[in-house]
Nanobody
Framework: QVQLVESGGGLAQAGGSLRVSCVAS????????MGWFRQAPGKEREFVTV????????YYADSVKGRFTISRDNAKNTVYLQMNSLKPEDTAVYYC?????????????????WGQGTQVTVSS
């Protein structure tokens, strides 16, 4: 089992920045690709970004490309999501997830473990 705990969400103004973190425990963190997903009220969960186990491969949704950056620190069992130039449409609950799949999966069904989520609210 892997336990994932997100933190760092909150309220930001449009154009501002936030960084959310996800700390993993339970198994070897570096065995997993780590992804971020989000779900806005009344909408389906959507892929945001993913980073491979070694940090060499990343993918981003078009909606966040150029504004968000994913990174990981395997020594600290932590994955980060730096969010810049925030927009009101970025408002959502953000979830981190761990995948045993090789590579950097972008489909939620390929993830084995999920955190409880952290709320990000962007005001206009």
């Amino acid at each position: 089992q892997v336990q994932l705990v997100e933190s760092g969400g909150g309220l930001a103004q449009a154009g501002g920045s936030l960084r959310v973190s996800c700390v993993a425990s339970g198994r070897t963190f570096s065995n997993y690709a780590m992804g971020w997903f989000r779900q806005a009220p009344g909408k389906e969960r959507e892929f945001v970004t993913v980073i491979s186990w070694d940090g060499r491969t990343t993918y981003y949704a078009d909606s966040v490309k150029g504004r968000f950056t994913i990174s990981r620190d395997n020594a600290k069992n932590t994955v980060y999501l730096q969010m810049n130039s925030l927009k009101p449409e970025d408002t959502a609950v953000y979830y981190c997830a761990a995948s045993e799949s090789h590579g950097a999966p972008r489909f939620g069904g390929n993830y084995d473990y999920w955190g409880q989520g952290t709320q990000v609210t962007v005001s206009s």
